[in-house]
């Protein structure tokens, strides 16, 4: 275990603080909250907390659109309340990750209210302009990710504005060298702060194409999604090796980077000794169930050995280079309970499947806040209920591809971003204990009168307690940390099976994902079994969504 390093043994738990807990009563979680939250964290061996952005924000893409780099949103506290918690964490043994958040500022960001003013201003050339094209119409025809034109016109300067996301999220130049030492000027400030690390947000689309042209129309909107014209454009390795120059290099922090659109055999080239980042979050085990993996898909069937054979791909490419993220929740994904398995399945055995999985696999574990509680989708019917911008695309998307508003909200549902984003639960008191307040950002999601932490931790069975058992498990065994990964029954659709091995120890895990019993091999049941979810786990057999860990000696 020793050529690991600190952030390759431990486990990070992702806060998306507007929900995690609300000191003052505002019905908006904040940074005191977290420092509450920090001997809970604890107790579930948390090293590491990703917090989502916490810079002041207009909020449109709540914090994924900045307006200061370098401080903090008033709703979430001020400097030294960071400060504090830097410190608090720190006495426990936790450090504190940020979210970088480059491709794009928030239009209310000084540096594009200067910009947006003429063609000649200091900053005229920090975010990407062109001008309309002869007809008046957008410089090309790619859609943004967030649906419509990924072009906005600015009256001030008669010239359109690129954006990969939302109109409030314009991109950054990173052609300009002025703005990059910026942005790693802004970075560097939190690393003299002492943070752990940084997850880096959208990072495949900082460099475009040398030349804009129009994309094949790909949706009834006549438009050509930008993923596919910028994602991973060539050059960009170079702006991230000046990043990493810059930025991280020489300190004791960990990169992961939200990396759509690079390829397993690119990895060498962005993790790793020769790459850029530590760690790459890769989606292809996530995006099974949705439909071309875009953002405003429908579900679509999927099978189990699918995503195992996703997972395993990640692992063996991660095996030689770089780091694995495991991860099955962040905030813009659906709880998993929900997504991954069928509507009348068991959410509380449902979770600790997920669990034993992601606490037993090879790389660091990412939980989302509540996936340790087994936290569930809503199940809201009108979308104006709806706070994620994503979500009010998708359900226009929808009736514009001709499905009727009933079929439209089904979409939104199953996907929406707010899934994962309503309010923690703690108690089974008020707004479940997130906060006094009479009304709350988002509504509390309805169970959490039974579904909550205070609960959880009193019932020696519950999700919280699993997730603990093999928190503490995985930390102290080489074998979790460090062992081999090795698939097993790669094409059984009941069982999700692998193992992780030393020269002495052999751990073996098995899930049954499905609703039915599943039969083991006969390989299987002379082994000893470390760990289950069933209170009388049978030899032969798993439960319906039982979990197992054996432990066994390697045969010379
Ligand atoms: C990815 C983030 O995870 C998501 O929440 C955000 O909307 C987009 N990037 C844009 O920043």
């Known amino acids: 275990m020793n050529n690991l390093n600190w952030w390759q043994k431990t486990i990070v738990y992702q806060i998306y603080p507007k929900s995690f807990c609300d000191s003052k009563g505002k019905g908006t979680g904040d940074l005191n909250g977290i420092t509450s939250k920090l001997d809970y964290l604890k107790k579930n061996s948390v090293g590491a907390i990703w917090l989502t952005p916490i810079y002041p924000s207009p909020m449109v893409d709540n914090g994924y659109d900045i307006s200061n780099y370098t401080a903090i949103d008033e709703n979430y506290g001020t400097m030294a309340d960071f400060e504090n918690l830097i410190s608090e964490a720190e006495k426990r043994g936790i450090k504190i990750v940020m979210d970088l958040v480059f491709n794009h500022s928030s239009n209310k960001h000084a540096w594009f209210q200067e910009s947006k003013q003429n063609k000649t201003n200091a ?55 002025k703005v990059r030492q910026a942005l790693f000027d802004a970075a560097n400030f939190w690393i003299d702060k002492g943070v752990g690390g940084f997850r880096i947000d959208a990072i495949t689309y900082i460099k475009k194409p040398k030349i804009f042209v129009d994309g094949e129309v790909d949706g009834k909107d006549d438009l050509s999604s930008i993923h596919n014209i910028t994602a991973n454009t060539e050059g960009i390795l170079d702006f991230l090796h000046e990043f990493k120059d810059k930025v991280f290099a020489g300190h004791d922090i960990f990169t992961v980077g939200e990396a759509n659109g690079v390829s397993a055999n690119e990895l060498p080239d962005w993790v790793g000794e020769r790459g850029v980042f530590d760690m790459l979050f890769e989606f292809s085990h996530v995006n099974l169930p949705l439909k071309n993996g875009e953002i405003w898909c429908r579900p679509t069937d999927w099978k189990l050995s699918e995503l195992k054979q996703a997972i395993n791909n990640s692992q063996n490419s991660t095996k030689s280079t770089g780091w694995y993220p495991a991860f099955f929740e962040n905030h813009d994904k659906p709880r998993c309970v929900n997504y991954f398995f069928s509507k009348n399945a068991d959410k509380i055995k449902a979770a600790k499947a997920i669990a034993t999985i992601l606490l037993t ?184 969504f039982e979990a197992r860990i054996y432990k066994f000696q390697v045969t010379k």
């Open 361 to 544: 696999m090879r790389g660091t574990p990412f939980v989302f806040q509540g996936q340790e509680l087994g936290m569930t989708n809503i199940d809201w019917n009108d979308i104006d209920c709806y706070n994620d911008i994503s979500s009010h695309s998708q359900f226009d998307f929808a009736l514009q591809e001709g499905f009727n508003s009933v079929a439209a909200i089904d979409f939104v549902k199953f996907f929406s971003r707010d899934n994962a984003r309503t309010p923690m639960q703690w108690t089974s008191e008020k707004n479940a204990g997130f906060s006094t307040a009479n009304k709350t950002w988002l509504p509390v999601n309805e169970n959490y009168l039974e579904l909550n932490a205070d609960a959880e931790n009193k019932n020696p069975d519950s999700v919280l307690n699993w997730y603990r058992q093999l928190s503490e498990l995985r930390l102290k065994t080489p074998e979790l940390l460090q062992g081999d990964f090795e698939l097993l029954l790669p094409a059984d659709e009941k069982i999700f099976a692998f193992s992780r091995k030393s020269d002495k120890n052999i751990f073996v895990t098995a899930v049954n994902f499905s609703a039915e019993i599943a039969e083991l091999p006969t390989s299987f049941a002379d082994k000893k079994i470390l760990l289950d979810t069933e209170k009388n786990p049978a030899e032969k057999i798993l439960q319906p």
């Open 123 to 177: 900053k005229a050339d920090w975010y990407i302009w062109r001008d309309a094209k002869p007809d008046g119409s957008a410089p090309t025809n790619w859609r943004s990710i967030f649906g419509g034109s990924a072009w906005t016109w600015c009256e001030e300067r008669h010239q359109f504005y690129l954006h990969t996301f939302a109109v409030e999220q314009p991109d950054l130049n990173w052609e300009n060298p």
